[in-house]
């Protein structure tokens, strides 16, 4: 396996910079008490802010659990560390290019065909299959939510339109999804589409009649993946299971993070709302690495709109951010790096795969 490698320049960091420079201009702009917010980090209770963290990295463990176990019934044969270690190194490359979990997804394909040549259309497959079990669960907390903003008689104004519009959205694609999956021709049409179009941007200067069967071949293997998935009940409730205990310790991260700084007062539905909807934003590219900006702006946005004070707000969105992207990001980073380094020893020893 050859070794993915990474360099960081000031091009890389100026971004993120930026970025944050955004949320803070923004939270200037609404007179949140900067000094009390330091303060607030400052004296965080260490106990919660350490469950927090331990449901962070549990929550990657399980998300990779429902990957893993979507795999094997394809008989992608990629021992559970790796199906974690290739998690990671989709965050990691995630932060860098802001494409919702597209990039990422990619560069998880790449690293099972690497290991396991040919079982790239499989690899899609799962991943296909991942996703979609994680739009009916969004789509599942949206509802839940708004069901008990409901009975709470707070299920209006903006927040209405929010739930109204995501779950639109998120249904529409997961229709959208359904019919590709099923749609083999349309399948096909879109690969043809794609290499008539690089063909025609090269002029005809690269050869692309092995890389369209190519693609051919895996497009018929996503296909033949999908398909066994419906007689896989087992498998699906597996992966779903997984992913649901994932999307729980998600949560379990912004309450958490709540309570380690003394604030109790949210609740639940505010919160499957919140968590919702902020993974809804996160999915806007907007082409800002490291995902800074837009999704701070967010968190603390909708947790104001459920009465949570500005300072606090602030606050628990650095906190939370400290963990589902900072720490995720340099785990990541650690992870593809860690690729790169076992690829260059077994090259060494003069062996074929990676174990």
Request: charged share 15%.
């Amino acid at each position: 396996m050859e070794p993915v490698k990474y360099k960081v320049t000031w091009k890389t960091l100026l971004l993120p910079i930026i970025g944050l420079a955004a949320f803070f201009l923004y939270i200037f702009i609404f007179h949140v008490d900067f000094f009390d917010v330091i303060s607030k980090i400052q004296h965080a209770n260490a106990y919660f802010y350490a469950l927090a963290t331990a449901a962070t990295l549990c929550d990657t463990l399980f998300f990779a659990l429902a990957w893993h176990s979507l795999m094997g019934y394809l008989s992608v044969r990629i021992s559970r560390f790796r199906s974690f270690l290739y998690v990671w190194v989709g965050i990691f490359v995630d932060t860098l290019i802001p494409a919702e979990s597209v990039s990422g997804e990619m560069a998880k394909i790449y690293l099972v065909n690497k290991e396991q040549d040919g079982t790239a259309g499989k690899a899609t497959g799962s991943i296909v299959a991942q996703r979609l079990i994680g739009m009916f669960i969004n789509i599942s907390t949206l509802l839940a939510g708004a069901t008990l903003l409901l009975l709470e008689n707070q299920l209006y104004g903006i927040v209405l339109t929010l739930i109204f519009l995501l779950v639109t959205l998120t249904s529409l694609f997961l229709v959208l999804t359904l019919l590709l999956c099923v749609k083999e021709k349309w399948t096909m049409g879109i690969v043809d589409a794609t290499i008539r179009f690089v063909d025609y941007v090269s002029g005809g200067r690269w050869k692309l009649s092995r890389l369209r069967e190519e693609a051919k071949q895996e497009a018929m293997a996503f296909h033949a993946a999908m398909r066994e998935y419906v007689h896989a009940p087992k498998t699906m409730f597996t992966a779903a299971i997984f992913s649901i205990i994932s999307w729980m310790l998600t949560l379990a991260v912004l309450y958490l993070t709540f309570l380690s700084i003394g604030y109790s007062q949210i609740s639940w539905s505010a919160i499957l709302v919140v968590s919702a909807i902020f993974a809804a934003a996160k999915a806007i590219p907007v082409g800002v690495p490291f995902e800074v900006g837009l999704p701070e702006i967010t968190l603390t946005s909708l947790l104001f709109m459920f009465g949570v004070p500005w300072d606090t707000s602030a606050t628990a969105t650095i906190l939370m951010r400290l963990l589902t992207l900072w720490l995720r990001f340099f785990i990541g980073f650690t992870a593809q790096q860690w690729i790169g380094v076992k690829a260059i020893t077994t090259s060494t020893n003069g062996e074929v795969t990676v174990r």
